[in-house]
């Protein structure tokens, strides 16, 4: 009785808080949802767990927008949030690796720069196949035929990619050791210089990604540093609150391609403000993934399936919904801004027939999972042996939030409009 209590309030605070504040930044699923995702996920855990996590419960909502928040201060940032799936075929996209580094390679070019200065594109990703114990490229290089496919051993490429290439990814140069690539392929024309340019995050790395993440929280909890495990906690919850929105695994993300712009925040946004209050977030406990790479695929592939729907679903309604009732002026903190009026917000929530709280609740019950996930995997360590971090303990507590003495506070990240 609490806890339902508790989901209550925590949904009435934030609703009221997100309507205050849209008048100056556009609500986003990552000013709404994510805290209220993480702030819910914590009731999902066992109790071994839920100690620990309650105690820090301020801390762990509070920072679910962190990674929004970085995309100001980080080029490298954004391509965490998203995966436009559509650009790799149709599904199950087989032209996308699912594992990390053979993407990579997949999606590398290789530039050479000769001793006259001349440049040209020696290993073009498009020319790039992955078999079972080698990979074939092919090579434009001058004393090769360009019709000549060579072949590599796997193992001995993939070493060389994360040895020389994968140290490299956030760094601004990527010039490569020659002699390392001589090894690899023997018999090529002289260089002076050889550059990699990666193409993967092009298009996004979201699920990706998530399995770092989870490996990087398991290694926190194995060495029992309390801020790490708060840290990567809230900043998981809020990859996969994005993993869960059908419109960050397209390039047609705000409708931009098809005449929609600003879809993305009706759907993420308006939606969950003026109906979350009669959402169902009882979601059950969370569960362990005993193969967590494939959930963070599924994931996105499930969102990926609706991106089609909820477009469609938006553009019949509004070619059949009188024109001057889908946006109206709204007030907003002595301020006039234009939304979707209610009446066409709730038409096509009806029409949506459960989309958005679906995955919303979904996005809950993963985050605990995947916590518990990472916390199984490190050997099950005590958490009651850590105590509360200091930012929370300055923030509030949680006896406080239940009891209803206690309003969150809020940041927003970067708006995705």
């Given at each position: 009785?609490?806890?339902?209590?508790?989901?209550?309030?925590?949904?009435?605070?934030?609703?009221?808080?997100?309507?205050?504040?849209?008048?100056?930044?556009?609500?986003?699923?990552?000013?709404?949802?994510?805290?209220?995702?993480?702030?819910?996920?914590?009731?999902?855990?066992?109790?071994?767990?839920?100690?620990?996590?309650?105690?820090?419960?301020?801390?762990?909502?509070?920072?679910?927008?962190d990674p929004d928040k970085r995309r100001y201060s980080s080029k490298y940032e954004a391509p965490r949030h998203y995966i436009d799936l559509d650009v790799y075929g149709k599904p199950p996209f087989h032209a996308l690796p699912r594992k990390w580094l053979d993407a990579l390679i997949c999606f590398t070019d290789i530039y050479a720069v000769d001793r006259s200065g001349d440049t040209c594109l020696l290993i073009d990703r498009r020319g790039i196949a992955l078999e079972e114990k080698e990979i074939a490229f092919r090579?434009?290089?001058r004393l090769l035929s360009s019709k000549d496919t060579v072949r590599v051993s796997r193992k001995l490429y993939t070493d060389f990619y994360f040895r020389n290439i994968l140290p490299k990814q956030y760094e601004d140069e990527h010039?490569?050791?020659?002699?390392?690539?001589?090894?690899?392929?023997?018999?090529?024309?002289e260089y002076e210089h050889l550059i990699s340019v990666e193409h993967l995050s092009e298009h996004g790395i979201l699920p990706f990604h998530l399995q770092l993440m989870?490996?990087?929280?398991?290694?926190?909890?194995?060495?029992?540093?309390?801020?790490?495990?708060?840290?990567?906690?809230?900043?998981?919850?809020?990859?996969l609150g994005d993993a869960h929105v059908p419109l960050h695994t397209s390039r047609n993300y705000n409708g931009q391609l098809s005449g929609q712009v600003g879809i993305h925040a009706f759907w993420e946004s308006r939606l969950p403000e003026l109906f979350s209050s009669e959402y169902d977030f009882w979601v059950g406990?969370?569960?362990?993934?005993?193969?967590?790479?494939?959930?963070?695929?599924?994931i996105v592939s499930d969102s990926?399936?609706?991106?089609?729907?909820?477009?469609?679903?938006?553009?019949?309604?509004s070619l059949n919904f009188p024109s001057d009732r889908i946006k109206c002026p709204e007030q907003r903190m002595g301020a006039t801004v234009i939304t979707q009026c209610e009446e066409y917000a709730r038409a096509y929530?009806?029409?949506?027939?459960?989309?958005?709280?679906?995955?919303?609740?979904?996005?809950?019950?993963?985050?605990?999972?995947?916590?518990?996930?990472?916390?199984?995997?490190a050997g099950q360590p005590d958490l009651s042996k850590l105590g509360i971090d200091k930012e929370s303990i300055n923030e509030q507590s949680v006896e406080a939030i239940e009891s209803g003495s206690a309003i969150p506070n809020f940041m927003l990240g970067r708006p995705e409009n």
């Open positions: 009785m609490k806890t339902k209590f508790y989901i209550a309030f925590t949904i009435a605070h934030i609703t009221t808080y997100s309507a205050l504040h849209s008048a100056v930044f556009p609500p986003v699923w990552g000013f709404f949802a994510h805290k209220l995702i993480n702030r819910l996920a914590v009731f999902t855990l066992p109790p071994e767990m839920a100690g620990f996590y309650k105690k820090n419960i301020a801390y762990i909502s509070e920072h679910a927008v090579l434009h290089d010039e490569l050791p020659i002699d390392s690539f001589k090894l690899v392929f023997p018999g090529l024309a989870e490996k990087r929280l398991s290694a926190a909890f194995r060495s029992g540093d309390n801020g790490k495990i708060l840290q990567l906690s809230a900043e998981i919850g809020h990859y406990a969370a569960v362990y993934l005993p193969e967590s790479e494939n959930t963070y695929w599924q990926h399936a609706l991106v089609d729907s909820l477009l469609v679903m938006e553009r019949h309604l929530h009806e029409a949506l027939k459960g989309q958005v709280e679906s995955r919303l609740r979904k996005a809950i019950i993963t985050t605990g999972s995947v916590w518990m996930t990472a916390w199984v995997n």
